[in-house]
């Protein structure tokens, strides 16, 4: 194909991706300099339909951003009045006491939201205060300054054909330069990776670690609802298999919020992270809660789980990594969001104080220097060793050693354990499939619990036809020659949405690698956890994807 001629649009600050930390970093820029020009590029069909979280918001974010919020109207409504801690066994759980755990973990104070609503709610807020919010606009690629900065990115390609080749209908999209870049994508950005690869910028940071989370939610019997009831529990049905847990929230409206996080450093590769969600909800005390109930929604995410030791260097000329995309999450507490919103602040600050002393394309090292010594850093610094012991020693030892750590570090602001370090990938960790055990799923009962793909109509997952397929394989020979017969090819396993098949002919031979690239759900689990590590996942034409009403 020849050199493509693009169009350009300029603007001071352009922000990729219409989550908390982007849409508050647009917020504070125009609160500190209204006269800025600035633009937010979302890939979801519209503000929100990509964002799926918990969620339980700590709102010292948005009470920095915004401190009139609730005067403002903002859909933070339901206060958390319970707050339990469980460990499951088959039949039956036992409680951890409140008082055991630090006090950082006490969820009283914050409040159970949509994010995804929230996200709406702040794009509005943005576009009062006069900045362009696009949604439907994919970035496919970064735009490079002859300096080698980054000055901007590409958006709005559209009409390429499977082969790659353009179309009839092809439309080039556009090149949306800006005196610095924000890139906030969320989790395994793919914009952000090759940001972090071409800068080196993870030299001096430990492995990304990762989860998967899966979410439902249900429409209770109200005589079950209890809003602000918030429970989490760790054990049954992982076991010694993987680490992770689960997460009930009551929201308002008879609405509940039933979710489940796998570790994606699990070593059995015939752990099906989908069915153990399923099979979660056959516990007695879930099942009672949801028989009678509806499912009404379900979306799946990739969760960053490496904390402070695990994040790169978040600046690189001419732009900056906000939020999941630099992997600012809580690990113990399961919470980002409110990190997200202050690395938002903080880079914004960076960036209009950058521009007024007549700055433009450097590194904004002001914004590292915040997130190290700010609020972000003492929150995650504290909790650093849970998720490396955790993963090295399992959930008990986390929850003894790790706690004495957490609880420490919460009185003396030392961690007598130092920083523990992750140690192999996640993809990494996955072991050949004859060291392990087949696990027996029982079948879904249509009832609490549910197939893959019946669930996956409840989030309205659509990509246009006839594009390239968007999660690439590096060598397509790799699933059937090398994971099929050294791990049982685990991506028919690990993907929540049914992208990945094995198939054979009528004789039972002969196995093929099919991508059904129109289920995916962006949660970027394949890009992580393939053994081979040979799955790049790329942003598809814009809008594609799920269509997440109030996750």
Known sequence: MGEIDRESMEYDIVIVGAGPSGLSAAIRIKQQQPDLEVCVLEKGSEVGAHILSGAVLDTAGLDKLLPDWKEMGAPVSVPVTEDRFFILGEAGQLRVPNWFMPPLMNNHGNYIVSMANLCRWLAERAEDLEVDVFPGMSCSSIVHAPDGRVSGVVAGEFGLQPDGERGPSYEPGVEVLGKYVFLAEGARGSLSRKVIAEFDLDKNSDVPKYGIGLKEIWQVDPDKSRPGSVVHTAGWPLGRNAGGGSFIYHMDRNEVCVGFVVHLNYKNPHLYPYMEFQRFKHHPVVRELLEGGKRVAYGARCISE????????????????????????????IKGNHNAILSGIAAADAACSALASGRAGDEL?????????????????????????????????????????????????????????????????????????????????????????????????????????????????????????????????????????VRYDSSGGNPSFQINSQNCVHCKTCDIKDPSMNIEWRTPQGGGGPNYPNM
């Open 365 to 501: 090292v002001e914004y590292w220097d915040e997130l190290k010594s700010g609020a972000i850093g003492k929150d995650l610094k504290r909790v650093r060793n849970v998720k490396p012991i955790w993963s090295k020693f399992g959930f008990l030892a986390s929850m003894l050693l790790g706690g004495f750590d957490m609880w420490m570090a919460n009185l003396t602001g030392i961690n007598p354990l130092g920083t523990l370090r992750h140690g192999k990938s996640d993809a990494e960790c996955t072991e050949p499939a004859e060291r392990h055990s087949v696990i027996d799923y029982p079948r879904p009962d249509g009832i609490v619990s549910f197939d893959r793909l019946t669930n996956l109509s409840y989030s309205g997952t659509n990509h246009d036809e006839g594009q390239p397929v968007h999660l690439h394989l590096l060598d397509p020979s790799l699933p059937i020659d090398v994971n099929l017969p050294r791990f049982d090819e685990p991506a028919q396993r690990y993907c929540p949405a049914g992208v990945y098949e």
């Open 306 to 333: 490496g904390g402070w030791q695990s994040i790169p260097k978040p600046v690189f000329p001419g732009g900056v990594l906000l939020g999941c995309s630099a992997g600012l999450v809580n690990v113990p507490r």
